[in-house]
């Protein structure tokens, strides 16, 4: 528990980061970008998971479980995402959204 | 008793129709001629076998002939109570139909060997006389009304197909349409009178409802409609079925057409067997006949019956095709078959009508099958049906001429014959119960002997013809069925068939009635009088008469206009004006809202389908959207 700062204060700082995360996601045209944006997202949900276990029931541990679970498969999801936008790239040379287009075909 | 194997007699010619409808194109005519005679061959050794059985060694117990049940399966389960059967039902008329229907249906199997020889479509003509008589032998034989309906169905559709047997002919075509849609629509009313009878009575089984202590006779049924118990009104509508099939008025008009058949054909279906179904129907169900509403169905009956045996009568003097002329006179005699039901009572001798209606109906099978027989052996020799084309026959067709000169006198009813003896037992039964009915009776006996000697000299005298091709004898195959005919057409006179059929089944007396006997025998002689003075040599006495009448002898020859009269309400009336709305619903609502909803789901699916973009980002944005919006719901739903 921090002292001077409610949860509120944390919830609201988790919202903005998710709605920042959303925004990113739709306007982006990087797929970089894009992926980093889904980044945001899952942070603004660690967060929570944290904020709630520390505020709500101090003494377990399982809010903390989880975000490094959520972490650690960001990371796997990172890679796989990266690795997908790399043959993209290498296909089209080209990592703009647009083009992914192409593969509704 | 064991009467399991009866279930062959159908099952038989069931085989064969699928033996030759599958391989009619493979077999030689011959061959499908020789197993379509063999396999009917057997049915009727076994009829036979089963009518010896079932009246000489079981006979009566207790007095009456017991209704067996030869095999029986339940078919379809409503109820507890009221289920589908199919099986055999062994009682004295059924017998009677089953050596009937073998007999014709062997003779006429022989006879179509000479006859339909070198036609194309020679097995296929086989397989339907097969499947006709599996299904006529079903009808007979059926245990339950619905399995009688189902069969009932079975020869309207194995008539159509004959009928139409030369399908490149327009006029056959029409005729079997004709006689399909007629009979179909009076079948309406069979079906609803079943519905009715087995919806009140609970069952459908035959056993049950004509019990005559059962329960529905004796209680019978509270609900009643227009002043007549719903029974009532469910006989009416059964016979309304029964009419239809045995071509009384108003549903005769489909008969005369359906000479368009090969004449073999004719002598089977429209004459002898289906034809004679609706009797066959008031004679199975007459317990019920006759103890619903103290027989009021039978009144209707009876006048439905001498109506239409005295307007055939009339009618058949006047045509000039021998088969039409034989068509009028088998609707003529089964107005007689039906009255004669009408006119009987229930026991002992008071059930002489049913007796003699049974008898006529045996007898009337046997010489009208043979009248066929023989006009298809003229017909064969001279290649048309018209009167006009014939004369002096006797010369060339011996065989023919004696057979056919004696079922003529049989249906005039001389002494001696068969005719005599049954058409004497439906005029007493008749002189008992109405003299109106005595009187139709009697004064159509005379016009049969008129009409019958009328063809018959016309044919086999009258004036010498020069044929383009000789005319000669019919080959054996022919002639042998109709010499057997023709010793049948007088022999069954002799069997006492009182003992053997009656309404309560106990059997009873039945005496010749002398003055009834003579005074017909009179009327007919008279008949065959006319006829003799008329047409035995060429003289113009026909023509000046036909003038005489003038304006009724057009009437009558056009056959009273009600073909002309069907045709009007159908074309006119029903297609024009009713079927004309029902087409502008059908067109306008049904299937325009049809054709509406099809062209809402297309112009819909243009506007939708742009949301299937490919981007990702759109559609994470609808999903998120979409989120958002349930979320919101939720939280504010209350």
Known sequence: MISGISIY????????????????????????????????????????????????????????????????????????????????????????????????? | MNFSYTLFIPLIPLFVFLFLGILHTKLKPKLAGTIGVLGLSTSTLLSYYT???????????????Q????????????????????????????????????????????????????????????????????????????????????????????SFLLIGYYYDKPSAVAAAKKAFIVTRFADLGFLIGILILSYYAGTFDFQILNNPQGAIISNGIGASFMGLSVITWALILMFVGGAGKSAMFPLHIWLPDAMEGPTPVSALIHAATMVVAGVY?????????????????????????????????????TQNDIKRVLAFSTMSQIGYMMLALGVSGYDGHEGLGYMASMFHLFTHAMFKALLFLGAGSVIHAVHSNLMKDMGGLRKYMPITNITFFIAALSI?????????????????????????????????????????????????????????????????????????????????GYIHFSDFISAD?????????????????????????????FYKKENNIPEKVSKTFGAIYTWTYHKFYIDELYLFVTKKIIFNIVSASFAWFDKKVIDDSMIGIGDATINSSEKIKKLQSGKFQDYATWFILGAIALVLYFLYKN
Request: hydrophobic share 55%; charged share 10%; proline share 3%.
């Open chain 2, 412 to 492: 005039s009813g001389f002494p001696f014959t068969s005719g005599f003896f049954s058409k004497d037992e439906i005029l007493s039964a008749a002189f008992e119960n109405s003299k109106l009915i005595y009187f139709v009776g009697l004064f159509v006996a005379g016009l049969t002997a008129f009409y019958m000697f009328r063809i018959y000299f016309s044919i086999f005298w009258g004036k010498e013809k020069t044929y383009k091709h000789t005319p000669h004898e019919s080959p054996l195959s022919m002639t042998i069925p109709l010499i057997l005919l023709a010793i049948l057409s007088i022999a069954p």
């Open chain 2, 281 to 317: 129907l008031v004679a199975r169900m007459f317990p019920l006949y006759y103890f619903i509403d103290g027989g009021f169905v039978l009144q209707i009956v009876a006048y439905v019956g001498a109506f239409t045996s005295l307007f055939a009568a009339i009618i058949a003097c």
């Open chain 2, 67 to 158: 209704t067996f049940i030869g095999a029986k399966t339940t078919w379809i389960n409503f109820t507890e109570l009221l289920h589908i059967d199919m099986g055999v039902l062994l009682d004295p008329i059924s017998i009677m139909m089953l050596v009937v229907v073998s007999t014709i249906s062997l003779m006429v199997h022989i006879y179509s060997l000479g006859y339909m020889k070198g036609e194309a479509g020679f097995n296929r003509y086989y397989a339907f006389l097969s499947l006709f008589t599996f299904s006529m032998y079903g009808l007979v034989i059926a245990t339950n009304i619905f399995q009688m309906y189902i069969f009932w169905e079975l020869v309207g559709v194995s």
């Open chain 1, 9 to 105: 204060h944390i919830l609201t700082l988790t919202t903005i980061l998710f709605f920042i995360g959303i925004y990113g996601f739709i306007t982006r045209k990087n797929l970089i970008a894009i992926l980093i944006s889904i980044e945001l997202i899952l942070n603004a949900s660690v967060v929570n998971f944290v904020i709630f276990n520390t505020y709500l029931y101090p003494d377990m541990l399982q809010g903390v479980f989880f975000s490094i679970f959520i972490i650690a498969i960001a990371a796997a999801e990172s890679a796989l995402a990266v690795s997908i936008i790399v043959s993209f790239y290498r296909m089209l040379a080209s990592v703009d959204v647009k083009d992914t287009e192409t593969l509704k075909y």
């Open chain 2, 51 to 65: 009518a010896y059985k079932y009246f000489f060694e079981v006979g009566k117990v207790d007095g009456v002939y």
């Open chain 2, 505 to 533: 089944r106990g059997g009873f007396e039945a005496h010749l009635n002398y003055p009834l006997a003579i005074t017909a025998v009179v009327t007919g002689l008279i008949g065959i009088l006319v006829a003799y003075v």
